[in-house]
């Protein structure tokens, strides 16, 4: 049996990004977590507001750790690792997403899908366009290069990427993945005496 809101929030967002947000009713889920549905409605007004809560939930996670990298790796002349990092989480999180839940969210829950196209921009624009502008001023990145239109072109679009192909996480590691769509990628805007001293892992 849960004992707090949070324990339905872990929950929820478990199941609603593995199966879909319309799999489970308030009932199911009442049941499941061994609470009231009466319980479930006075954490949660309507299921709209579980599944926004528990997306938001989720995602201050995964900005939570990205945070906490940043924090323990300051190196201010190594930027590109960063930008490394954040993409290996983006791939791990859609890993653990059922496309079927971005469908459902688009579908029957805007506000809630609008929050996730929200946090994408966020972390595209926020985190890593400046993470790559300062790699530029720091003779990494080509002179040349246009940043913001790298941003758009490929590393805002990781997303159609992964679900391109059905089962592309079983096919190829996580590590085979971020080396292909995002370090190769990279490696293209660099400068030679960069990737000469400091080849990207």
């Known amino acids: 049996m849960v004992e707090d809101r949070k ?3 872990v929950y929820a967002i478990e199941n609603f990004t593995k199966f879909g947000s319309k799999r489970f009713s308030m009932d199911e889920l009442a049941s499941n977590l ?3 549905k009466k319980t479930l409605y006075r954490y949660f007004g309507s299921k709209e507001v579980l599944v926004r809560e528990s997306l938001t939930y989720y995602f201050d996670k995964i900005l939570a750790d990205i945070n906490k990298y940043i924090l323990e790796n300051p190196n201010e002349e190594q930027p590109l690792t960063t930008v490394i990092y ?24 805007p506000k809630a899908y609008q929050q996730y196209s929200q946090l994408k921009e966020d972390i595209v624009w926020n985190m890593v366009c400046p993470l790559l502008l300062k790699a530029q ?12 239109l790298v941003c758009v072109l490929f590393l805002s679009r990781m997303e159609e990427i992964v679900y391109s192909k059905p089962n592309l ?6 590590h085979e993945l ?9 490696r ?11 080849p990207l892992q």
Not at 96 to 101: A, D, G, K, M
Not at 188 to 198: A, D, F
């Open 86 to 109: 954040i993409y290996k989480q983006g791939l791990m999180t859609f890993q653990e997403i059922n496309p079927s839940f971005l469908h459902g969210l688009n579908k029957y829950y």
């Open 7 to 9: 324990d339905i929030l």
């Open 169 to 174: 996480f079983d096919d190829y590691s996580i």
């Open 34 to 36: 061994g609470i009231s």
């Open 137 to 148: 001023k720091l003779g990494q990145v080509r002179k040349n290069v246009n940043v913001e």
């Open 188 to 198: 293209g805007i660099l400068t030679l005496s960069y990737l000469q001293k400091s």
């Open 178 to 186: 971020l080396e292909h769509i995002i370090i190769n990628n990279l």
